[in-house]
């Protein structure tokens, strides 16, 4: 996908599996989920494998310090597809080193690519760090209401 600073990204396969892994293990725990490195290990092989999802890695100094993973989905409205970044984690120790935007880069490019309408995200309200460095790649925010319920 390219590089940015030292900073090599490009789209994870079954072959990252263990070095994707800890860092999906680390983004669930930041989130407030128990460790469970297995089952963490084995939802991101179905999702890679299955073709469900595009993981795109960032790496430094030839270590794994980040990812992002895009889900597929689309718009009958516009007829065309568009990809839900659902998640982005970098390593503490690689935290403002510019990781972050080169994922977003790289997942913006990834959905020029492939020709999607657009890509979404969401952040809580309290993420500003988060929210100023999606603006100042040219994210916009949107007002319109997201409603949810558990099944």
């Known amino acids: 996908m390219g590089t ?37 290990r084995q939802f991101l092989e179905r999702r890679i494998a299955n073709d469900e999802s595009v993981v795109i890695l960032a790496e430094r100094d030839r270590r794994a310090v980040g990812f992002t ?17 659902n998640d982005l984690y970098v390593a503490e120790g690689a935290r403002r080193l510019g990781v972050a935007a080169a994922l977003l880069e790289a997942a913006h490019e990834f959905g020029r690519r492939t020709g999607a309408r657009s890509l979404m995200l969401e952040t809580t309200p309290e993420n500003a760090p988060a929210q100023r460095l999606y603006e100042k790649l040219g994210w916009l925010r949107d007002d319109h209401l997201h409603y949810s319920i558990e099944c």
């Open 4 to 40: 940015s600073n030292e900073i090599i990204t490009r789209r994870a396969g079954l072959e990252d599996l263990d070095e994707l892994a800890p860092l999906f293990t680390a983004y669930r725990v930041f989130y407030g989920q128990p460790a469970n490195p297995k089952a963490d």
């Open 69 to 85: 993973q895009l889900y597929p989905t689309f718009s009958s409205v516009s007829l065309k597809q568009d990809w839900i970044l």
